[in-house]
């Protein structure tokens, strides 16, 4: 059911939960939404796998949970950029973006994937823009304490791993569907190997995230004391 | 759709390729905001310190102002004030009302003194008055100067200036006014001269105030080298200004100091 790399992806799924539930709250602005999105990523993630056991892995059909966790995926992660977003215009932007974004993903899920036919690349891609857009802006206008370097802040390295993994997957989400039903193996293999990789990144970078801001507080806390 | 193993494996390092591309991409665009945002933090840094610095000098000068301002105080209280109300004194000492004509005539000269007094004061209130010194400005100021000089009778003093001044901020213009108010009061007090003109000149750039004197002159290198304290607080206060500040003396040759203010 589950192969060597699934485990690696689990233990760092599960790494990052546990220290996003470590991590303090005082010291990381919209924390919640980033915890609420890890845990509802991976039991949605898991339930998929469940789902698909009875197949062999290349043959696993598109999951309607995603055309569900991806919306979902795309507000928490913008209601948590938005929450250190300084500029009033792209916070409108974002609040705005959110009923584009609904809107969007309910016309593609109903007509064109018909939740289910295919795995919804065009929702994902979409989604997956504004917020490479959001995280930009973000590491552009970050404020931030003087005595901090911008590599110890949390928000940057998830800034970071935002970037990283969705300017990956993007380029790969545009074949996928069509490499799905041309060559499923190939499809699969890429999948592996593309989609994999960049979430061990992500989650990596996630868990340092995490890990910074657990030394921010006890480095704030020694230097009260 | 595939015909081969070898397109498969083309179509599979094409995208492995392409997501490389993008991740290297985007680890350059980060790379550049780290640099953007330690650039940014420098720039911030050194300005912070530069306007410490402008503070701290500005604090200092305010400081000297203030003690100038002081000994002017002390300065009028004593040689100009003190003898018209010693004068009054007097006069009403010798005040006697044995012949009406002439108590008379010492009320009206007792009379005159006060309100002599009273000028007097009311002018020194506005020379020492940094906010009156903002509300006249530097053209109206100058002019306010030059009249007061003019009453000494001692030398004849010049002003030529234009019809229209620029908008100058409060601060440039309490520090101008106290620099004029410094070069002339050095020019009456050391230079011993008979003629002081003061040329204004105004273009979009800058305000030009040139002061001359036919005096006695000095030589500069061993003014500065003597200390030379008043040149020095004249420089400094010009650069607070973001002016420059040009003297050109030789001993009995006279003087020129040129302030240019940048508009």
Redesign the interface.
Known sequence: MFDFTDIIYYILLLSAIILSLIAPKDHFRGLIYLRILLIVGFCSELSVDLINSNYKAVHAPPSPIHYFYIPFEYIMLSVFLKKYLKVKLVKTLINFSFIIYVLVALYFSIFYYSFGKDYPGIIYNFGIGFLIIWS?LL??N?EFN?KVK??QLPIFWIC?AI??LY??V???NG?YNY?VD??TE?AY??RR??NLN?NFIFYILLCYSFICSIRHKKSAKSSTL | MFNTSQEVSEVFYSVIGGVVLMIFLATIFILSIIRYQNKERKYHDEKKALNDKFSKTLLQSRLEIKEQTLQQIGYELHDNLGQVASLIKIHLNLLSFEDEDTAKQEVDNIKELTKQLIMDIKQLSISLNSERVVQLGISKGLEFEVEQLKKIKNFQIKLTKPSEFPDIDSNTTIILYRMIQEILNNTIKYSKAKRISIDVTKTEKKLTLVFNDDGIGFDLKNKLKEGGSGLINLNTRARLINADFKIKSKIDEGTTIIIEVQL
């Open positions: 930009s590491l552009f970050l003087k911008l590599i970071t970037i990283i300017s990956g993007f380029f790969y074949v490499l041309a060559r190939l293999k890429l190997n593309i960049l």
